[in-house]
Every structure is written in structure tokens, then in C-alpha cells.
């Protein structure tokens, strides 16, 4: 790439975060685990603030009122974008938040001085920044302070200001769900071309967001209101920050590549599949094993085991993605499970449990992942004697039932070779014996197909 990158490890860059917040008074928090504690309703924290809604809401937390953490996260809602430059499955979320004390001022300061600072920060070039914030609707007013304090800071600095824009409520309002706390948000983006100048109209902004050449890397959250059934209906009893920083988008920015699978988050799983399986027939198949397998690693070690329901299935399709993908497009395909151990190498003196549950981890990965491989050889085998045409309904029902193959694997292998399968039919074969199944495994039918 052309330009200017600082050299930080991803280890550098979350103490970093870490010690400059705590600097400033925030208590270091460690992250909670994968798995929410209360029933929030959702299978995995899909977001920093889901393990502190109680203290958004007002309950005193026991390190204080300004916190900083590192907290991971799982979303697998984008689960088919995985492998294109930003998607990941499993994500860290650096935050910084205000329970009640600090509001927009500082929260905006201290995000502009930690992305540009040569000293405490990472050192970003603070012309390539573009921000957006709330322009206002019926739940909350257009957020003109945020404006101006971006305005501020970038006239104190000498730098054009004309790069903050107006954004809706779909853009720069953030809840997790329907229902808990939620705010108007700012948000940092990052020109990763280099290219683009101040002074942008929204069109041509919007067209640069379009095509990627901004990255977003950074949002603060107004955490003062709250939603129920998707409606806002009031004001919180205190006014919080929740501040968001993904760190492999943040990681890839500040290590100068053009995307994630490039930054020492990922490449140690990457060059091992290389180094391992040969040729990849399929650069995009070769990040998702590498995304699936470290998304299944974390998991594992809080404490998801697979299954066919739950969070258990979540991880089951993850691996067994990861595998069928390895097995699909590389040219010698052994066993994924020897990864764990690259995976959990990169997070030594991070995550510790990880390296403690080592074993463990290990132990599932190997058991589950042999026996799909064995699914997948004998279910290849059928799938090739009836593969030399579309297949049908009943085929792919048969391939499914009898031998265990996942019907989306069903799909990719046919694709795979210019045929279509009958998913109407398959569906209805299935419910035909759903109809005759009992309960029980009517349950682990409709878990597989999810
Ligand atoms: N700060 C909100 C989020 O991105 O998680």
C-alpha cells in the first residue's frame, strides 16, 4: 500500500487503547465472555455494550463510572459477506464509556487525540478522517453539538473542516434490538486510498463510502435514551458514552493494508493454511476457514460446545463451513484442528483462557471435525452418483437424511459444478417427514436447516 503505516502490532494497538483511557481515569475492565450472563435474548454479545446494559440503565458498577475495555463479540448476521475485505464473524470491540460522568466534549476529544496523536495514539492522519453525525428525526434533535465540536477540533488542528456529514437514524443511531438503551452517534471514517480531499459534497461522499475507499473505524454513542418494541419513549436517568472501535478494521488501518485477513490478527492463520494446504483454488474460501476457525476457537473456550440447536448449532455450522471450504478448494486437505493452536497463539498474553483451555478447544475441534470429514467422504461418494444431472427434491432429501450432508453443502457442491438442486422439493420432502418424525428429531431437522 502507499501509505504512511506506524509498524504497530495488534497488541500494541489494544494496550494502547487500554492506557490511554486509563490514563484518563477509565478503570480497565476485562471482557465478559462470549456467552451473555443474564437471558438478553441474543445466543453471543454481538456488542460492547450487552454485558454493561445494566449500568447504562443506572445501576452503580463497582470500578466507577468511566470504563475501558476490549470486549468479544460474535455477530453472524453477515455470515455470507465473510471474506470480502471488513467481515468478520468474531470481532474485538474496543470501548470507552461514560456511566453517567463525561458526555460529547470528551468523548470526542479523546477519540480525535487517540487516532492522530504521534505520542499516546496511533498516529492516523488526521486529513484522511471524515465524519458523519445524527441529522435529527421525530425520537431526537439534529446533533448540531456534535458538529461543532468536530468543527473545533479541526480548526484548533488547521485542518479543513468540510468532511462532517449529516447521516439518518438508519446510519447514526445505535440500539442493539429493540428494546434497552439507545443514542445518536458520531462516527470516524478513514480514507484507506489516500486520495480523497476535503470539501466532498454528500453524493460524492456517499460514493466514496459506497465503494469502500472510506472505512469506518470508530463510532460514539449518546447513550440517552430508551427504546421499547422499537419505539423510543423516553430519556435514561443518566446520560451515557458508549464508544466502539472494532479492532481489526482499526488494525488494518493503522497497519496500511486494504484489508483484514492482511493484519497479524489474521495472517499467522493464513500463512499456515498456505504453508499447509498448497494451493488455494479460491483466495476467499482460504478467510473464511481462517475467520470460521478463529471465531470456533473463541467459542470453545467459552465453554459452546456444538450441537444442533443454539449457540452449539452456530458453532457446529461455523466448523463445519470452515472444513467443507478447506476440503473443497485447497489442494491438500488435512485436518483443521492443528489451527487452534496458531489462532491461540496470537492472543497469548491477551487471552489467556484460551491457552488454559487449550486442550479442551483441541479436544471438541478434533471430534466434531472428524466426524464431518467422514460425512463429507461418504456423502460426496452418493453426491457423485447422482451428481451427473440437477438434483432433485428427494436426492438431496436422501443425501441429507441418510448421510448427514448439510443441505447447504448440497448446494455449494452442485453450484459448484453448473447444476441446481430442487430446494422447493427438498423442502417438501422434508416436511413430509417431519410430518411422520416425532418431536424430537423434528427439532434437530429444523436446527440443520436454520
Ligand atoms: N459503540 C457501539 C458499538 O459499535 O458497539
Redesign the pocket.
Known amino acids: 500500500m502507499s501509505f504512511f503505516t506506524t509498524g504497530m502490532t495488534s497488541k500494541e494497538i489494544r494496550s494502547k487503547f487500554l492506557e490511554f483511557f486509563q490514563k484518563r481515569n477509565h478503570a480497565v475492565i476485562a471482557s465478559a465472555s462470549l456467552v451473555p450472563e443474564n437471558d438478553s435474548g441474543v445466543l453471543f454479545n454481538t456488542?460492547?455494550?450487552q454485558p454493561l446494559i445494566p449500568y447504562l440503565l443506572g445501576k452503580d458498577h463497582p470500578d466507577g463510572k468511566r470504563l475501558v475495555n476490549s470486549q468479544k463479540c460474535v455477530r453472524t448476521q453477515d455470515i455470507l459477506e465473510v471474506g470480502d475485505n471488513t467481515h468478520d464473524t468474531f470481532f474485538e470491540?474496543l470501548?470507552n464509556w461514560s456511566l453517567g460522568d463525561y458526555f460529547k466534549k470528551e468523548a470526542i476529544e479523546w477519540s480525535y487525540e487517540f487516532l492522530t496523536s504521534k505520542t499516546e495514539g496511533l498516529s492516523l492522519d488526521p486529513t484522511r478522517l471524515y465524519i458523519t453525525c445524527f441529522e435529527g428525526d421525530e425520537n431526537a434533535p439534529r446533533d448540531t453539538e456534535s458538529q461543532e465540536i468536530w468543527q473545533e477540533i479541526f480548526t484548533k488542528n488547521k485542518i479543513n473542516g468540510e468532511r462532517i456529514y449529516f447521516r439518518p437514524a438508519y446510519k447514526n443511531w445505535?440500539s442493539v434490538g429493540d428494546n434497552g438503551p439507545c443514542g445518536p452517534?458520531t462516527e470516524m471514517f478513514y480514507d484507506i486510498t489516500g486520495k480523497l480531499t476535503s470539501g466532498m459534497s454528500l453524493d460524492e461522499y456517499l460514493v466514496a463510502d459506497e465503494n469502500q475507499q472510506v472505512v469506518e473505524i470508530w463510532?460514539d454513542?449518546f447513550m440517552q435514551y430508551l427504546k421499547k418494541d422499537g419505539k423510543v419513549i423516553g430519556s435514561l436517568s443518566q446520560k451515557n458514552v458508549?464508544?466502539?472501535s472494532g479492532l481489526e478494521r482499526l488494525v488494518m488501518v493503522v497497519q496500511g493494508k486494504n484489508n483484514i485477513f492482511d493484519t497479524d490478527l489474521f495472517s499467522p492463520i493464513i500463512t499456515e493454511l498456505s504453508s499447509r494446504y498448497g494451493k488455494f483454488d479460491n483466495e476467499r474460501a482460504k478467510r473464511i476457514v481462517a475467520d470460521h476457525v478463529r471465531t470456533a476457537v473463541f467459542m470453545l473456550s467459552d465453554g459452546v460446545t456444538p450441537s444442533n440447536t443454539g449457540r452449539g448449532y452456530i458453532l457446529r455450522r461455523l466448523l463445519r463451513r470452515a472444513i467443507f471450504q478447506a476440503w473443497k478448494n485447497s489442494e491438500n486437505f488435512t485436518e483443521l484442528s492443528s489451527l487452534c493452536d496458531t489462532v491461540i497463539k496470537i492472543y497469548d498474553d491477551v487471552y489467556q483462557d484460551l491457552e488454559k483451555n487449550g486442550e479442551k478447544i483441541r479436544e471438541v475441534f478434533e471430534k466434531e471435525e472428524s466426524k464431518f470429514t467422514k460425512t463429507i467422504k461418504q456423502g460426496e461418494k452418493e453426491f457423485e452418483k447422482m451428481s451427473d444431472k440437477d438434483i432433485s427434491g428427494k436426492n438431496a432429501f436422501l443425501l441429507f437424511s441418510s448421510y448427514g450432508f448439510p443441505f447447504e453443502l448440497i448446494k455449494e457442491l452442485s453450484e459448484a459444478k453448473g447444476f441446481s438442486v430442487d430446494e422447493v422439493g427438498f423442502k417438501e420432502e422434508f416436511k413430509n417427514h417431519q410430518d411422520l418424525s416425532r418431536k424430537g428429531s423434528e427439532q434437530k431437522f429444523k436446527a440443520v436447516l436454520e
Open positions: 456488542a460492547g455494550m470491540m470501548g445505535w452517534d463510532n454513542v458508549d464508544t466502539g
